[in-house]
């Protein structure tokens, strides 16, 4: 069978594309690499907080339910995306992992080691979390303790009687801090020193803010930005907590990792059980390297989620690379939405 367009990743992003999809006419088709509903959401760590309200955290069609807190938890995400996934009925196959797409004339010829496919179109929506990011520093390799991604942590309560470093100034490292700081002995690292946001600031009014950003420069107007970096962490609850508690208060810059630990700016040595790096992703776009240029961090030239160098492919949810806020589940639905237009305008010159 051949497949106007191939959706591959069934979390977030590619849910709202499918959610898009289906007011067309089009024969479409998610691939998903997982076994289990809710996208990578499920290896992510436990006792994450998202960033904004119930209301604020939905995809299109479908608001989010009221959750018990003010900020939804990991689960509650979950299960809000497989029941979403059931709601729309949307056609799914689990457990394909895509290893290689070629392209023969018109069509995408999608390779799993199980099973292979054939599609006019592609929606890359793979995301983030499969491709973590160590930074090169000096003797990384050379540490005897336990040393690890973020994308590997699950809960603070492995690490009791552990002396812990906490490597990244973003969200991911100031959430997993709080957790720890409860349970062992911990130390920050950091490469920039850290911001964080005013307190009454979340997750909508970063995409607000993202929003008139891209609309500024949509129109070719000066964005002028609010009193504060978007970037910087959010104050959810956790880190509130932390902050009460003085975690934040001490953080350090690394020379060099040792055989024990670490060396510090000043030269001072200090000794660690384990160092989680929580220092972000790239793009999990492997699968593509036949097709187009990928560089070092899974990118690829786009024109919005068009690539532009080749004819039917989109890239999703990416984030900033491809649309602003994309990679929320607030902001992709208007990366998805429009992508769907374009699809359907391209198969409609191709016809």
């Not at 709202?16 to 690499?33: G, N, P, V």
């Not at 904004?52 to 069609?61: D, E, F, Q, R, Y």
């Not at 689960?75 to 992992?97: Q, V």
């Not at 910087?232 to 880190?239: E, F, H």
């Amino acid at each position: 069978m051949v497949y106007d367009v191939i959706i591959i990743g069934g979390g977030q992003s590619g849910l709202t594309c499918a959610y898009y999809l289906r007011r067309t006419s089009l024969k479409y088709l998610i691939l998903d690499s997982n076994k289990e509903c809710g996208g990578s959401w499920a290896k992510n760590w436990e006792n994450l907080d998202l960033f904004s309200a119930a209301k604020h955290s939905s995809l299109p069609g479908w608001l989010m339910p009221k959750t018990k807190r003010e900020y939804p938890t990991k689960e509650e995400a979950i299960n809000y995306l497989c029941a979403y996934e059931k709601r729309y009925d949307f056609p799914i196959k689990r457990g394909i992992k895509i290893q290689n797409i070629e392209k023969e004339k018109d069509l995408f010829l999608l390779n799993s080691k199980d099973q292979n496919f054939s599609a006019k179109c592609i929606i890359s929506a793979t995301g983030t979390q499969s491709k973590p990011i160590i930074p090169t520093i000096s003797g990384t390799n050379k540490f005897r303790g336990l040393q690890f991604h973020s994308s590997e942590y699950h809960k603070a309560e492995n690490f009791s009687n552990k002396k812990v470093l906490v490597v990244g100034e973003g969200n991911s490292g100031a959430q997993i801090l709080a957790q720890l700081s409860k349970v062992t002995t911990t130390r920050w690292a950091v490469k920039n020193k850290p911001e964080f946001l005013p307190d009454d600031i979340d997750g909508k009014e970063l995409f607000d803010q993202a929003s008139a950003k891209y609309r500024a420069k949509k129109e070719g107007k000066e964005y002028k930005p609010k009193n504060y970096n978007i970037g910087s962490i959010v104050m959810v609850s956790q880190v509130k907590e932390a902050r009460d508690r003085g975690v934040y208060n001490d953080f350090n810059y690394i020379e060099a990792i040792t055989k024990n630990g670490v060396k510090w700016q000043d030269g001072k040595e200090e000794n660690f059980d384990a160092i989680i790096w929580c220092t972000g992703f790239g793009y999990a776009t492997d699968y593509l390297k036949n097709l187009v240029e990928i560089d070092q961090y899974g990118k690829i030239r786009t024109d919005y989620t068009s690539a532009q160098d080749i004819s039917g492919l989109w890239l999703v949810g990416f984030g900033q690379w491809t649309g602003f806020a994309s990679a929320t589940l607030i902001g992709v639905g208007r990366s998805a939405r429009k992508t769907v237009s374009e699809i359907e305008a391209f198969l409609s010159k191709s016809n």
